[in-house]
Each structure stands twice: as C-alpha cells, then as structure tokens.
C-alpha cells in the first residue's frame, strides 16, 4: 500500500516525549508496525488511513502516556494537554466542525487499544462532546430533533456508567419507567420530548450516586474519558486477563479519539461487523452482521436481531460492492482474515476497525492452508499461523452439531479438557471402575478429584466437576489422559449422598445419561450422538503437518504399549516407539495371576538359585520355589514375546525402545490394607494362601516404595527379570525378523543412578543374549541404552554413556527427583496451591521446568563429550506438552515421545521450535 505523503518524523509538542499519532485526510503518522506505542486498533486505524481506506480523523494517545500517567501517580505528563488540544485542533480544521461549537458541533469516540485486544479494558464512549448547546447544532444539522435527543441520552448513559461509575441499571430503570409511561415497547418508540425527559432524568441520576454534575464542558468529558482509559488498565478484569493470558502488565493501553460518523441517520446508514472469511469453518465468504439504522454497539448488544451480512448486498448494493473490495484490500495487506467493523453514513462507508480474526481450530487450519495456496503466505508462516491446541481439538470426538442445537443444557463450566463424552453419571471413583467392568459407559461426576479417583478417570468417558480451575487436578489429570473434562462447573450442586447433581433447576442421578463437552464447558441431558474426529478424514490437517515434517529437526516417536497403540501412532505419524511398558503388559487378563504367582516365591527363588550357582545343594522347600518361579516366569516369557513382535510387527522398520520392568512390585500385588482386612475379618477361618500373600506384601512393604526397589535395582536383585525380558525381546527379534520384518529394538534400562548399575545390569543382560543367540544359531543387533531420570545419572552422565548407545529422558521421574516431590501426594495436594499462588510459575509436571531442563543439557553435554554419536530422546510427558517440546529443541535432543494421541501435536510443535516465527495476537 502506498501512502500519499510522508508521515511526519516528528510532530511539535509541548510534552517531553511525543505521545501523539494522528490520521486523516489519506494520511497517518503511525502505521501497523507501532502496535506497541499505538494498541492494536490505533495501529489498525492509521494503517488502513494509509491504504487510503475511508476512517474518520483522530488521533491515538499513546501506551507510553498510559504508562508515564501511572508512574506520575495517576497525573497525565506535562504538557500532554496541550498536545491533546492540539490534536482535538487539526482534527476540527480536517472535518470542517469544531469541538464544543453549537453550530457544528465536533462529536469523537473515545477507545480504548492495547497491544492485544483484551477484554476488561473500558468500554468505548461515543457521542462525546455533547451537551445542551451542540445538540442544538446537531439538531439543525441533521434536522432530526428525536435522532440529537437520542444520541445526548445515550451519552450521558454511556459516559456515566463507563466513566463515572454509575451503576448501569440504574439508567435501565429511568429508561424501563420511560418506556412504560409512553407505552413504547421499544426505545425506538420514545419520541423526542420523552428522550429529552429522560435525559434530564440520567443528568439527575448522576448527579445523585456521584455527587458531582454531568461535565458540560467537551475538553472535560475528553479529558475525563482519557483517565478513565488509562484506569481501566489496571482494573480487576484487565488485570486478571493479563495473568491468564501470561500478558505483561508493563504494555500500557493507547487512547483512541476518533470522529464521530453516524449509523443512526436513517434508512441509508447503518453499522456492522464482519470477518473476510467464515470463523468457524475457514470458507472464504463475507462472514458478518449488519444493521441499519444503529449505532455501533447495537449490533454487539444485541437489541435487535441482526441480518446477515449479505443482505446488505440487496439494500445497499454499492456501499455492500466497496466493502467487499476493501476486506479484501485489507486481507492481502494483511495476509490474514481480517475482522472489520464498520459504520455507514448516509450512503457513506467508514471503517473504524480491523484485526486479525480470532477463528476455531478447524477454520485456522483451512485457512493457513487456503492462504497458502492464495500465496499470501510461506507454509512456514501457515505452520506458526496454528496453535497446537487447535491440533489436539480438531482430533476429538465433537457432537453433532444439529443433535448439540437441540440439546437441554444443564450448565456451564471450565473447558477443561476437550472433546466430546457421553457416558451415564456415577458420584465416585469406585463406582465407576464397576459399572466400566459390566460394560458400561461413565462420566465420572465429583465436586472436585483427587489422586484417589484416578482410577475412576481412567476408566470414565470424560470428567466433570464442579470446582476447581483450569490446573485443577481433574484438569490437569484430563488433559495428559486425553479424556474431555469440564471443570468447576459452580452452578452444579452435587450431593454424594443422593448420588445427584443439579443446577438451573435441571437434576440428574446415578445412572441418567449425559453429555459432556470439553472444548466448550457445557454439559447437556441425555447422550448427545457424536461424529468422530479421524486424522484420515482431514486432508489439510494432514497437509501442514507434512510441511510441519519438512521443518523440524526433531523426530517425533510415541510411547505405546500395544501393537493398536502402536498402529494409531503409526497413521498419526510417528516415527518410533521411545517408550514401551513391559509391565503394562503384567496386568491384563490370566496374567496378573502369574506375575503374582512369580513375585510371591521371587525373593526365595532367587537366594536359592545363588545358593545353587555356589555348588550347595537345595533343600525341598527352596527346589519347590525355584520351580515354581521358573514355570511361571517361562508362561510370563512366551506372552512377552507374543506382545513383543506385535509390537515389532507394528512398527516394522522403525525403532522401538524396550523398558525393561520399573515398577516396585508391590504394584502387582493385593493392596495391604484390604488384605490385612481379609485375613483379620476371616480370623481362624483364613486361608493359608491369603496368610502367606499378607505375609510376602508385608515383606515387600515400603516407607517410599517411589524411592525404593524398582527400575535397574529390581533387575539386580531378581536377575531373572532381566534374563526372561532379554530373551522374550530377542526371541521376539528372531522370530519377526525369520517372517520378513525389519524390527528395530533398543533395551532401556530405567532409574540408573551409578554407572555400575548399567554395567552390572549389561553384563546380564549381554550374556543371556549370547545364550539366545547361541541357541538361534544367529547373529541378533539390538541396541543398549538407559534412560536419565535419577539426578545423579543426569550429574554422572560421561561416565554412563559409556555404557549407553542411547539416552531416554524420563522426566517424570527427573522433575520429581529434582524437586524432592513426591508426583502422586503433590498434584493432589499443595502444588496446584503454588501455582494459583504463583510460588512455582507452572506445573512443573506439565511444563518442563527450566532447572529440569539444565540438568537435562547437562546429560546432553556430558553424554556427548564421551559419546558424540549418543541418541537423545524424552519420554517422559513433557515430550507431548508444546512448551516442553521447544525445550528440547534448545537443549537439541533428537527426538520427543508423547502419547499416540499427542504424535499431531508434537509434529507441529516441533516445527514451531524450529520457526522463529512473528508475534502472535493473545
Ligand atoms: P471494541 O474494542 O469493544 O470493539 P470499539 O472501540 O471498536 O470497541 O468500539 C465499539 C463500536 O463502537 C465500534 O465497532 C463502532 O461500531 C462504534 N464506534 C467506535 N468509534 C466510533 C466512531 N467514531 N463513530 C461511529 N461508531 C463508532
Ligand atoms: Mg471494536
Ligand atoms: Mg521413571
């Protein structure tokens, strides 16, 4: 866009510093890339002056005033004032009308603009300027008596609720008591002597709740309605937004005085708002509302139902031509949908706004891509033009929008967690974990959860609760599972006792179906149908997520535990297992039983095999445990096997990372509590089977079994672990590998502290893979490597790598270490406290923290040094949280591992770490 004349460098003025930007006439002293002094509508406004675009002239206040306004104490810089009348002076010399003149009078809004369009800042004032005498002017201008006595009443309205702090209903009842006097049913109905009356009326309510008279005089309105602006800024609502939305509180907010034009002139004006493209799906077509004959906020307020935009096409053909030529204009200028607000004058089209339009998950897609293709953008500004939030929304279940339509809503909450659940309603955990057992469908409904109601969680469709914010437990726990969760949904009053909720006079018991939608907050009667979101029906998804892979440096890998699993990453893109949980596989089905009927004879078994390797002979009770042991630690090893070339099957030619069994093994028996309950309730009558499994879980009884024996400890005391693993894994190998697969396996051996717990543990391992091998007659390659989640494995990591082909940061356990927190009590307990508290910034589990993150560098390094061709890699959950994602990218590992559902997700993220793209809209 071209500009007609050079803004001037500078402008004369009598304060220290220049704080004012002015436009009009064609010509602008700001543009677009002065969002930081100019807020973004003041940039907006003079930008679009340069494109030659039709604004009324105005001049914008600068953040900068705002800021020095609160360092001064709540005074306006000196010699701000004259500037501003100075301003007000070049303004009237441009529109031809002067400010407080009777006969012509000057009306402006005032508006508020900050850097990011923020709600919570002061609403816009129009109208000012008025008072007695220029409405006369505007009377006999306009030769409309009803039209000046309505935009006087609104003024005084609006002033004295915005700026002086009337409460608003006390204008609406003078307005109500009005409306019934005349019987007007609308306020369009009043008459010009009715809303003279009330504005004498509003004049007297002001002058009561404030102590103080309407301000007649324009430059005290102006200079009012400017402090105003600048207080708004640390106003509650403003205030708490910037902390939600991390936005500093440093930016200050512009004032924008801007000339009056008038939509409420007749069947000829009108006022609207638009986007260039459809928000909600992308499409490119004119998106808006309009009316004539209004005032801007009367399209925003709802007072009457708005047309669409299009029908503006018929009443005003010319004006409707222009105004699609210019969201054009500006969407090229731009590069982006725009979002216009506009007024119609007699005929006349001004625009008073544009900004980048806020859009859904599905439309930022469509359009980065449209945009594109257009050649508006680089695929790499399309890839930083999407949040990765929007990924993981557009890869729920949603309801189908018709059935949703219908839908009775119960009540309102957190968009926790998103995504669509329908489930019927059970009050606990337990409960829940049951009615999932017999085939049910659950939504889990608590006043708040805690880490005792995980399991119920797991188990549930989706989560409601009725307090709690968005890093509630419920939330926080919700989002890392994947499952749709509203939280603190106030309105809902839930009774445990009863088993029921209710909330707007709508209850519902155990057992009733409801719906639950996470991306939105809102919970409905009854099951609502759902239209599954699948990655293979969204092609443009699918498009930048392969420009996402043209960029980033990182692989992305996933942690699954199933071949289905392993499938599902698969289509969603990953490039690898970096995690898979042997022991996930301990616990389904007849297997539990044998894992518990090894674990309980495992101690015993193992001390009498030492003591057979050292040429003792066994007595029958040790010989009995150790075949005991053996039998079912072989049934234990043919599953593994089976579950391993799954696996490998699954992900033929890509590497797949083994762990080896972490869990303390209590984790796999009766809980001690229940047990000691049992044998207790049954008194003589227990069994000696229940008496013995007490016994074997007092033995394994741990203080802080997170801190005791598990990981690479357990494989070194029960060696047999390692040895039976080791050969499922190999054999596993064989077998795929004899059938024509390519599997690529990587042994991880987890919680090493000391780099002779590697040592030890590869010695056993190595060994028993010469014996598979031998026994194979073939040659098998597998990978060793640890994973760094022990401080001091990260401290001694030059000392591991040698031992190590590869690291897997498990940062899970390397956060928790680190902190000296235990995961499991804190979630549920003082550490979301810190974070509403601001004593930790995040939750450290859910965002990588930064001290987590250099001891992490730290490992690279040290790795590095003593072996440069060291894999590195992050399995813990940060590896699917954004944030966490672009850690890794500076602390340069080579690849992240996330849950299958958040592969999408860590595919853009990853690009995004690479981009170092522009500043993004909050
Ligand atoms: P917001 O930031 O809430 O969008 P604005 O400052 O854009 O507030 O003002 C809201 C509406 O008020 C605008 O969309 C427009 O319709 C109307 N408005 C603002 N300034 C003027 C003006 N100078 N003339 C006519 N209408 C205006
Ligand atoms: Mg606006
Ligand atoms: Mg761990």
């Not at 692989?555 to 699954?560: G, M």
């Not at 590697?758 to 098998?780: H, I, Q, W, Y």
């Not at 003082?830 to 987590?852: C, H, M, R, S, W």
Request: aromatic content about 6%; overall charge negative; hydrophobic content about 45%.
């Amino acid at each position: 866009m071209t500009s007609t004349a050079t803004p001037a460098g500078d402008r004369a003025h009598s304060a220290a510093k220049r704080y004012i930007y002015g436009w009009g006439g064609g010509v602008a002293e700001g543009d677009s890339s002065m969002r930081d002094l100019l807020g973004g509508k003041g940039a907006g406004l003079a930008e679009m002056t340069n494109a030659g675009l039709p604004v009324p002239p105005g001049f914008t206040i600068t953040t900068e005033a705002c800021n020095d306004y609160f360092a001064a104490g709540g005074q306006l810089p000196e010699g701000l004032w004259a500037d501003v009348l100075e301003a007000v002076h070049e303004v009237e010399v441009l529109t031809g009308k002067g400010f407080g003149n009777a006969a012509d009078p000057l009306l402006v809004s005032v508006r508020s603009g900050a850097k990011f369009s923020m709600p919570g800042m002061m609403d816009t004032v129009l109208n000012l300027g008025l008072n007695e005498e220029t409405l006369h002017g505007l009377v006999a201008l306009t030769g409309n008596e009803r039209f000046g006595w309505d935009a006087y009443r609104r003024f005084i309205q609006m002033f004295g609720r915005i700026v002086m702090d009337v409460k608003g209903e006390r204008f609406d009842h003078a307005l109500d008591a009005a409306k019934a006097a005349h019987g007007a049913a609308q306020d369009t109905d009043l008459d010009a002597a009715a809303l003279k009356a009330l504005a004498g009326e509003f004049k007297a309510i002001v002058l009561e709740d404030t102590g103080r008279a309407f301000p007649s005089d324009p430059l005290d309105q102006l200079d009012l309605a400017t402090k105003a602006v600048f207080a708004s800024w640390f106003g509650k609502r403003a205030m708490d937004y910037r902390n939600n939305q991390k936005i500093a509180h440093d930016l200050g907010t512009a004032v924008n005085v801007v000339t009056m034009v008038f939509g409420n002139m007749g069947d000829d004006s009108g006022t609207g708002v638009a986007f260039t493209r459809d928000p909600n799906t992308g499409e490119k077509v004119l998106y808006g509302e309009y009316l004539t004959n209004a005032q801007g906020e009367d399209v925003v307020a709802g007072i009457r139902t708005a047309p669409k935009i299009n029908q503006m096409q018929t009443e005003m053909p010319a004006v409707y031509a222009e105004f699609v030529r210019i969201g054009e204009q500006l969407e090229r200028h731009y590069r982006d949908v725009q979002d216009l607000e506009f007024t119609i004058e007699r005929g006349k089209l001004y625009m008073l706004q544009t900004r980048s339009a806020k859009r859904t998950a599905a439309a930022a897609v469509k359009i980065a891509a449209d945009l594109v293709d257009e050649g508006l953008i680089t695929r790499d500004e399309a890839l930083m033009r999407i949040e990765p939030a929007h990924v993981d929304q557009l890869l729920r279940d949603q309801f189908d929008p018709t059935a949703r339509g219908a839908a009775v809503r119960i009540a309102k909450g957190l968009n926790a967690s998103p995504g669509a659940a329908v489930g019927r309603a059970v009050f606990d955990a337990d409960t829940a974990v049951e009615w999932v057992d017999r085939g049910e469908r659950v939504v889990l409904v608590r006043v708040e959860t805690s880490p005792d109601d995980f399991h119920g969680m797991a188990v549930a469709q989706g989560i409601l609760t009725a307090r709690g914010g968005a890093t509630s437990h419920a939330a926080v726990v919700a989002r890392q599972i994947g499952k749709p969760c509203v939280a603190g949904c106030h309105e809902l009053a839930v009774d445990y006792r009863t088993k029921t909720a209710t909330a707007n006079d709508i209850s519902f018991a155990e057992g009733d179906w409801i719906s639950v939608d996470g991306s939105t907050g809102e919970v409905f009667v009854g099951a609502l149908p759902t239209v599954s979101a699948r990655f293979e029906d969204q092609p443009e998804l699918q498009r930048i997520l392969d420009w996402a892979d043209e960029v980033r440096r990182m692989e992305v890998w996933t942690n699954a535990d199933k071949p289905e699993e392993a499938a599902m990453a698969r289509i969603y893109g990953a490039q690898g297992i970096g995690l898979c949980r042997t022991e996930h596989m301990f616990r389904e089905g007849e297997r539990l039983e044998i894992v518990r009927g090894a674990i309980l004879v495992a101690n015993v078994a193992t001390r009498a095999k030492a003591k057979r390797a050292a040429g003792e002979t066994l007595d029958a009770d040790d010989a009995e445990a150790v075949a005991t042991f053996d039998s079912a630690m072989a049934k234990l090893e043919v599953l593994q096997q089976g579950d391993f070339e799954g696996i490998f099957r699954a992900m033929d030619g890509l590497p797949v990372v083994i762990r080896l069994i972490d869990p303390p093994l209590h984790e796999f028996l009766p809980n001690l509590e229940e047990q000691l309950v049992k044998v207790t309730l049954a008194g003589d009558a227990a069994s000696e089977e229940d008496r013995v499994l007490l016994a074997t879980i007092k033995s394994m009884h741990e203080q802080n079994p997170m801190l005791g024996l598990r990981g690479c400890r357990l494989g070194l005391m029960i060696p047999d672990f390692v040895k039976v693993q080791t050969r499922a894994i190999l054999n596993g190998l064989i077998a795929v590998k004899a059938t024509g697969g390519h599997p690529k396996a990587k042994i991880m051996i987890p919680l090493v502290g000391h780099v002779n717990e590697l040592s030890a543990t590869k010695a056993l391992l190595e060994a028993e893979a010469k014996a598979v091998e031998a026994a194979a007659g073939v040659e098998v390659e597998y990978v060793f490597g640890t994973m760094i989640e022990v401080p001091r494995g990260a401290l001694t990591a030059d000392e591991i790598a040698k031992h190590a082909a590869f690291f897997s940061f498990g940062t899970n356990d390397l956060t928790q270490m680190t902190f000296g927190y235990s995961r499991d009590d804190a979630e549920g307990g003082f550490l979301l406290k810190y974070v509403e508290d601001g004593i930790l910034p995040v939750n450290p589990f859910q965002t990588l923290d930064d001290a987590v993150a250099g001891l992490m560098k730290m490992a690279v390094d040290k790795g590095r040094a003593t072996r440069p061709d060291l894999e590195l890699g992050i399995c813990g959950e940060h590896g699917g949280d954004p944030e966490s994602i672009a850690k890794c990218e500076r602390i340069g590992l080579d690849y992240v591992s996330c849950s299958p559902f958040r592969v999408p997700v860590a595919r853009l993220a990853a690009a995004q770490a690479v981009l170092t793209g522009p500043e993004r809209d909050k």
